[in-house]
C-alpha cells in the first residue's frame, strides 16, 4: 500500500500564496503519473493539475492555469504545488493522488484514473 501524505495548507489572504507538498512513501516519481484534486464543502473533487514523471509534461484546470504550478522535488518522491494569486474560490481540501499507468505526454485530471490517494490538506483563502 502507497503512502500519500500532503502537508503545507493553511489559512491565507486573497492574492497570497501557499506551496503544498505531496510525499509518496517507497516510490520513485519518475515512474508515476501524479495530480492534486481539491474538494471545496458541497461540492464534487475537482483536478487541478497532473504531471508524468518521465517528461515532466503538465496539465492545469482552466481555473488555476497561470497561477498554480505543479514540480517535482529532487528526492523523486515529493511533488508540489506552488498556488499564488490564491482567491477565495481555491478554498477546499487538497489531495494528492498516484496512478501507476505511465505515459510520456499526457496526463489525466479525472479522480477515476487515481488509486492511491492521501488524506488531502485544508487550503482556506479569506480575508
Known amino acids: 500500500q502507497v503512502q500519500v501524505v500532503e502537508s503545507g495548507g493553511g489559512l491565507v489572504e486573497p492574492g497570497g500564496s501557499l506551496r503544498l507538498s505531496c510525499t509518496a512513501s517507497?516510490?520513485?516519481?519518475?515512474?508515476?503519473?501524479t495530480a492534486w484534486f481539491r474538494q471545496a464543502p458541497g461540492k464534487e473533487r475537482e483536478g487541478v493539475s497532473c504531471l508524468s514523471g518521465s517528461t515532466d509534461y503538465k496539465s492545469y484546470s482552466d481555473s488555476v492555469k497561470f497561477r498554480f504550478t505543479m514540480s517535482r522535488g529532487d528526492d523523486k518522491s515529493t511533488v508540489y504545488l506552488q498556488m499564488n494569486s490564491l482567491k477565495p474560490e481555491d478554498t477546499g481540501v487538497y489531495y494528492c493522488?498516484?496512478?501507476?499507468?505511465?505515459?510520456?505526454?499526457?496526463?489525466?485530471?479525472?479522480?477515476?484514473?487515481?488509486?492511491?490517494w492521501g488524506q488531502g490538506t485544508q487550503v482556506t483563502v479569506s480575508s
Open positions: 493522488a498516484i496512478n501507476g499507468a505511465l505515459k510520456p505526454w499526457t496526463c489525466p485530471i479525472a479522480v477515476d484514473s487515481y488509486g492511491d
Open positions: 517507497g516510490l520513485n516519481l519518475d515512474y508515476y503519473t
